[in-house]
């Protein structure tokens, strides 16, 4: 049985296979990307990596709103 990563956006709930999600981290400084997709967000430093963040709000073309400190980050592998 696959297990899930489930989050709420608007009241529309997404999932991620449990086996993809690397971490679960409190909303953390973005650094903003000149050029970049629409879709990037920017990126972040988690453990010495740098890690791009995609904007799930801008792919589903839901409007963006300010992150709180309920905010997280879902750190997923892509590879």
């Not at 988690?46 to 750190?75: N, W």
């Amino acid at each position: 049985m696959k297990k899930f990563c489930t989050f709420l956006i608007d009241g529309n709930f997404f999932g991620l296979e449990i086996s993809k999600v690397i971490a679960l981290v409190k909303a953390v400084p973005i650094i903003r990307v000149p050029l970049a997709n629409r879709f990037v967000k920017g990126l972040i430093q988690y453990r010495g990596q740098i890690i791009t963040v995609i904007s799930v709000r801008k792919v589903f073309d839901l409007p963006e709103i300010e992150m709180s400190e309920d905010s997280a980050h879902v750190i997923v592998k892509t590879k």
